[in-house]
């Protein structure tokens, strides 16, 4: 069951596909960081890269968390949306507020497809079949509601700006990014055009599109794009490219003419020697955090920048006193924070069904006190430096 299970996520992975081989600014040279590329790997525990926390999220009749489409946080909080509502979490679990204004009526969303907090503390819905951004107080009022006119999938705050972003999505402008004032309702310019080659069959974007570097710049990347993009109301352009050891799919690939999405990743899948797939990035002061798909599974490598050993893992090990729990980066939802930590959600019955022989949950908590149906436990990792 898990080898299937395992199975069905590279497939889901790979209708996510979106732009494997890497765009340069023109007239600049942008720099390479070069990622070794490995099928085997060595479990890596948490402690030895990282520290981390866990926050049980309470579970009520009141208060069951569906499946988690997105987490944001910040100093105080930890922000979580699973499609139909948006749960504000203090860091020792509580709920401090919940926006869930789901309907079709005149100051509701039909879902959310993305959110963002903004300077004031409300929220900003990203409702895409309504192509709408709806901002909310956390008295689950509507303050706000402006049209934006575009099929959006995920949104950035850039000051009183929003990011948006339409992947290979026909646009009017033929552009995937596209910088809404929120002041005047319009959109003020689109950049980043629609490659036409690879449209057709590549068009849904990953989890972490966006992260915020200040309150005016931002680092843009791709599920399946080699270049990591800095963005600012003023300005785009190619950061960084990564050097996937010679893996990289070329653009030649793209230049056939595939008859369908199926056939496409059929005869992508049997090549099976490339590596690609942005999902997490990170970058601190001593290491690149980064994350690709290689031969249907998920890796994640640690580059120094000093040139010292890269570690490449495609399993971490959760290591607490209270018991070990393995975490498959191909099955776990990743979400990159601002700050530059990862939240990862955790299955609580997966957790007690791996730590049967022990009497205590991994932050201590006698099971008999945990429901069945709990709500997920929020792993927070912090990169060492």
């Keep these: 069951m898990k080898d299937f299970f395992k199975s069905l996520i590279v497939v889901v992975f790979a209708f996510l596909l979106s732009s494997c081989t890497h765009e340069k600014t023109a007239g600049t040279t942008v720099p390479s960081v070069k ?13 030895e890269i990282s520290d981390f ?14 499946e988690i489409r997105n987490i944001h946080s910040d100093s105080e909080y930890v922000y979580v949306s699973d499609g139909s509502s948006i749960y504000k979490f203090a860091y020792d679990g509580s709920l401090a507020g919940q926006v869930s204004k789901r309907g079709s009526g005149p100051d509701e969303y039909l879902g959310i497809d993305d959110f963002q907090i903004n300077k004031d503390g409300n929220v900003l819905i990203l409702s895409r079949n309504l192509k709408s951004l709806l901002l909310y107080s956390w008295e689950n009022k509507l303050l706000k509601k402006m049209d934006i006119g575009l099929w959006a999938m995920n949104i950035c705050l850039l000051g009183n700006k929003v990011l948006l972003f339409t992947g290979n999505e026909e646009t009017p402008s033929k552009n995937q990014l596209h910088l809404f004032d929120m002041s005047t309702g319009q959109i003020e310019r689109s950049f980043k ?35 990591i993009y800095k963005i600012t109301a003023d300005s785009y352009g190619v950061e960084r490219i990564f050097d996937w050891d010679g893996h990289n799919v070329p653009a030649s690939f793209y230049e056939k003419n595939y008859a369908n999405v199926m056939e496409f990743f059929r005869d992508f899948h049997q090549v099976g020697t490339y590596a690609y797939g942005i999902n997490v990035y990170l970058e601190n002061p001593s290491s690149y955090w980064v994350s690709y798909y290689y ?12 040139g010292g050993r890269v570690l490449i893992s495609d399993k971490l090990i959760l290591d607490t006193s209270f018991g070990e729990y ?4 191909i099955e776990a939802a990743m979400f990159v924070q601002d700050s530059g930590n990862i939240i990862i959600p955790l299955d609580v019955m997966s957790v007690k069904e791996h730590l049967s022989s022990s009497s205590k949950d991994l932050v201590g908590r006698d099971w008999q006190e945990v429901p069945d149906d709990s709500n997920p436990y929020l792993l927070v990792i912090s990169p060492k430096k």
């Design 295 to 306: 031969q249907q599974n998920c890796f994640l490598s640690i580059v120094p920048k000093n």
């Design 53 to 66: 926390s866990i926050i049980p999220l309470p579970t009520s009749d009141s208060l069951l968390v569906d």
């Design 35 to 47: 990622v070794e590329v490995s099928a085997s790997s060595s479990p890596v525990p948490l402690s």
């Design 193 to 227: 055009p629609i490659n036409e080659t690879k449209a057709g069959y590549l068009h849904i974007m990953g989890k972490n599109i966006f992260r915020m570097l200040s309150d005016e710049v931002c680092v843009f990347s791709e599920m399946f794009n080699d270049s």
């Design 326 to 329: 393995p975490i498959e980066l």
